[in-house]
C-alpha cells in the first residue's frame, strides 16, 4: 500500500533530525525543533519525508509560509548549504528506497512494520 500525500511516520521524523543534526536553515542545534514544510503547505507542499526539514522555533515562525529560498535570502542565511544539504538527503532517501525495492533489502526509512 502507497503512502498517502501527508505521511510522516514518527521513525522518519527521527531519521530527518539526525540527518540535520539541528535547524536545517541556521544551524542551531535546538533539543525542541520543529517539523517546518519546505514548500508550504499553502503553496502546495505535502507533510512527507521529501518536505519536512528540522527548523528551530525562530526560523519556523519567521519563515511561515513564505518561499524558502527568498525568505533565507531576506534573513541573509546561506542558501546555497542549505539547498546542497537538503539535494543531498533526497538522494539519500532515493537510494534508500531503491534498495529496499530489492528483495530481501530492508529500508530505514520507510514505516516500522
Not at 521524523?13 to 503547505?41: E, K, M, N, T
Not at 521529501?50 to 529560498?69: F, G, L
Request: charged fraction near 25%.
Amino acid at each position: 500500500m502507497d503512502a498517502a500525500d501527508n505521511d510522516l511516520t514518527p521513525l522518519q521524523w527521527s531519521q530527518i533530525r539526525s540527518a540535520w543534526g539541528g535547524c536545517a536553515y541556521c544551524g542551531a542545534a535546538a533539543s525542541a525543533l520543529q517539523r517546518d514544510c519546505v514548500l508550504p503547505l499553502s503553496r502546495g507542499g505535502r507533510y512527507t519525508i521529501e518536505n519536512i526539514v528540522p527548523a528551530c522555533r525562530s526560523c519556523n515562525a519567521s519563515k511561515s509560509n513564505d518561499e524558502v529560498t527568498s525568505w533565507m535570502r531576506r534573513k541573509k542565511l546561506d542558501e546555497r548549504s542549505f539547498l546542497l544539504r537538503h539535494r543531498a538527503f533526497l538522494d539519500s532517501i532515493a537510494e534508500v528506497l531503491e534498495q529496499a525495492e530489492a528483495p530481501g533489502l530492508p529500508s530505514r526509512l520507510t514505516a516500522a512494520s
